[in-house]
């Protein structure tokens, strides 16, 4: 399996409170993304990073912001949590956005 | 921007029975098109995956999957399933157009659960 690791794997906040869910790579990769995965949605892509400082929004990116201060970490932050919010969170990397992602463990966030 | 769609939501079948998992995307330019896996409890990751060539496509574990331009579809297909193969599957496309921006678009999922 790739180099990646999320944390925490699992979280359970309150409504309003900031949240931040951590991404970690050993693989060097250009491209890091953060898909939240919900019954009957598949996954959607919330931002993907290009490089560091690189960043882009994707298809649900309200409510979310990331960062990507090194290659190695890209960091997704909840700034007030929302029931809505409440979903598996996967991180996955690419070299190449062509190429196929490698997934992470998934973070399970709970927003009572 | 580019759309996955993904008929079926659940199948359920037994040991050695043919498998096949629509897939139909939306999106006019050329694209790079995948299905990924996802076993119970694990993460995702990838089955096969077409990008130019040969539109019949083999991937890991018995698994193909045919890329019909006319139809903007890529079905997924297994002769004989194993219990095993009970798993989630989820169709996705990349469009190629820079334009589109570097996303990959993921289809609903179909849960596939396989009767021993």
């Known amino acids: 399996d790739a180099g990646i690791t999320q944390s925490p794997r699992h979280k359970v906040t309150e409504t309003g409170t900031p949240v931040t869910l951590r991404c970690h790579q050993t693989e060097n990769h250009r491209y890091m993304y953060w898909y939240r995965q919900d019954p009957g949605h598949g996954l959607r892509l919330i931002h993907y990073?290009?490089?560091?400082?690189?960043?882009d929004k994707g298809e649900v990116s309200d409510g979310y912001s990331v960062s990507r201060s090194k290659t190695e970490d890209f960091l997704l932050t909840l700034e007030s949590a929302t029931s809505s919010q409440t979903s598996v969170y996967f991180c996955?990397?690419?070299?190449?956005?062509?190429?196929?992602?490698?997934f992470g463990s998934g973070t399970q966030l709970s927003v009572l | 921007a580019q759309s996955v769609s993904q008929h079926n939501h659940h199948v359920i079948l037994s040991e050695a029975a043919s498998l096949e998992l629509g897939c139909n995307y939306s999106?006019?330019?050329?694209?790079?098109l995948f299905w990924y896996v996802q076993y119970p409890g694990q993460h995702l990751q990838l089955l096969l995956k077409?990008?130019?060539?040969?539109?019949l496509v083999k991937g890991i574990k018995g698994f193909e999957a045919e890329f019909i331009k006319s139809k903007f579809s890529f079905n997924l297909r297994k002769p004989s399933v194993q219990w095993s193969d009970t798993a989630e599957y989820f169709c996705?496309?990349?469009?190629?157009?820079?334009?589109?921006?570097?996303?990959?678009?993921f289809g609903g999922g179909t849960r596939v659960l396989v009767k021993p």
């Open positions: 077409y990008f130019s060539g040969d539109p």
């Open positions: 990073s290009y490089g560091v400082k690189d960043t």
């Open positions: 996705a496309v990349n469009a190629r157009d820079k334009a589109a921006g570097n996303k990959l678009t």
């Open positions: 996955a990397i690419s070299t190449a956005t062509n190429e196929k992602l490698f």
């Open positions: 999106y006019g330019g050329t694209v790079n």
